[in-house]
């Protein structure tokens, strides 16, 4: 269905009766965003709320009792400081380009957002509340990894802003989400997803109305002390859109055309996203995820670099990566979390997990950097060139890389890995590249490690625990055990 130009049709169903359920009482003092009432949607909460515009504080006069209603029906009526009297219906009405601001406190962000993606989860996590950023050139697994996420992401909704997307990976989601059974509720996972369709096909203006549209309806829910993932694929469209307009309205252009505020325009949208506490000490979340398509792959073009400035979580997705297969193409010695820095961080996971957590992290990461300049030597020199520990300290790389790093999104079991299941590979895979081993020549290591990675691999497509896995898990310790230099 295509609106003509100058036709606007209401978003909500005013014939439509929600079943209302009180939750405010007569004489109680509310401001904006407080809860009045809730009605069901699709087996989510939704929170009927004082209107966001509303300013100071008022008293609940009367309240509609619980029964059904339609969204233009008094809901409540709530009496000002000077004693004019105030009607309230389910409906909110609020401009998407100014931020909902009608929360206590917003910290930063400090809690794990677990979305079953090994590399994101174990080398760079995201927290509830944090933002993030997926550049990479087209073809490199953009859409396949958000997509990932929102279906496995500890999200009570998702939110997904095509924005300029080709058409037929927005008919993708509407086809396979239906489909899809949430591991959360066991019901569709379709019914607690929203997706804002903007396809490239439409005018550009609409772009950055469908971007702003997403985080304001995020905000909405975040209000609500739900928890929001909003995913936008992708922001360089919307950049591309604001350059149009921007030289369209005769403006003076900045580096690559785009307007001279692009980097202030980025970061004001990204600083919407966060962690808050709200009014009545509930809590709340917006965690936005944006992908960046950067023109031949160009990470220095200005909408990636004033991405970077603000996004807390760096996912560079790579072109050679991807051309050998190893998804996700995540590279992970470019991208990086800041909020593993933050002590409140460090504290929050060292009781999730375990103190040594971090630090083993960051052992790993040592292994896969020293697994990167031994092969650009083993490149130059040849096999022969270099020292068997080279090789050895290579395929200890390579194990971490296969068996940690790489993911398949299409296995029923390898497609969510719990952070239990993902604390247990780790350790056992540090545990590999910690020891020793006794090679003749580097023929031996490539073959030995290579068979190391097999038994892993196999482990990660069975069930945690199941005797499938234990058989894999004893054979490994039975090779490990032929090489390993005891100490």
Not at 316 to 322: F, G, Y
Request: glycine content about 6%.
């Amino acid at each position: 269905m295509f609106l003509k130009r100058g036709e606007y049709n209401f978003p909500l169903d005013e014939q439509k009766k929600w079943a209302f359920t009180p939750i405010a009482k007569v004489g109680d003092k509310v401001e904006a965003a407080s809860w009045l009432g809730e009605v069901d949607e699709n087996h989510q909460p939704h929170k009927i709320m004082v209107p966001f515009v509303f300013e100071g504080t008022y008293t609940v006069k009367s309240i509609a009792k619980a029964g059904e209603y339609t969204i233009n029906e008094t809901m409540a009526v709530l009496t000002d400081a000077e004693g004019n009297d105030h009607n309230v219906t389910m409906v909110q009405k609020w401009p998407v380009k100014k931020a909902i601001l009608a929360y206590r406190e917003k910290p930063r962000p400090f809690k794990l957002l677990e979305t079953g993606v090994r590399t994101i989860d174990t080398a760079n996590p995201l927290c509830e509340g944090g933002t993030g950023f997926i550049p990479g050139p087209f073809g490199t697994g953009k859409t396949v990894l958000q997509h990932a996420i929102s279906k496995q992401a500890e999200a009570d909704i998702v939110i997904i802003a095509a924005c300029g997307e080709r058409a037929n990976e927005v008919v993708e989601t509407f086809t396979e989400f239906p489909e899809l059974d949430d591991p959360h509720t066991g019901r569709k996972l379709m019914e607690r997803t929203i997706i804002i369709a903007n396809t490239s096909n439409m005018p550009v203006a609409t772009r950055e109305a469908s971007v702003y549209t997403s985080m304001t309806i995020a905000e909405y829910y975040r209000s609500m002390g739900l928890r929001v993932l909003l995913m936008a694929d992708s922001t360089s469209r919307w950049a591309q859109a604001l350059r149009e307009m921007s030289n369209r309205l005769e403006e003076l252009p900045g580096q690559d055309a785009f307007p001279m505020d692009l980097s202030a325009i980025i970061g004001a949208f990204y600083a919407r996203a966060g962690y808050v506490y709200l009014n009545n000490g509930a809590t709340g979340s917006v965690t936005f995820l944006g992908t960046v398509s950067p023109a031949g792959g160009n990470l220095k073009e200005p909408v990636t670099e004033g991405t970077k400035k603000v996004a807390r979580c760096f996912y560079a997705l790579e072109q050679a990566r991807a051309d050998r297969k190893r998804y996700p193409a995540v590279n992970p010695i470019d991208s990086y979390s800041k909020y593993v820095e933050y002590p409140e961080f460090e504290e929050y996971i060292s009781q999730l997990i375990d103190k040594d957590w971090l630090p083993m992290v960051n052992d790993m990461k040592t292994y896969l950097q020293r697994g990167k300049e031994i092969q650009e030597q083993i490149n130059i020199l040849g096999d022969d060139g270099v020292p068997v520990d080279y090789h050895e300290a290579f395929w200890k790389a390579e194990v971490i890389d296969f068996v940690i790093l790489q993911q398949d999104a299409f296995d029923k079991i390898d497609a969510v890995c719990p952070l239990e299941r993902q604390q247990y590979m780790l350790r056992m895979v540090m545990d590999i590249c910690k020891h020793d081993y006794d090679f003749d020549n580097f023929l031996d290591v490539t073959d030995y490690f290579k068979r190391v990675i097999n038994y892993c691999k196999q482990m990660n497509y069975c069930e945690f625990h199941s005797p499938e896995f234990e058989e894999y898990k004893k054979k490994l310790d039975e090779l490990l055990a032929e090489k390993q230099i005891k100490k």
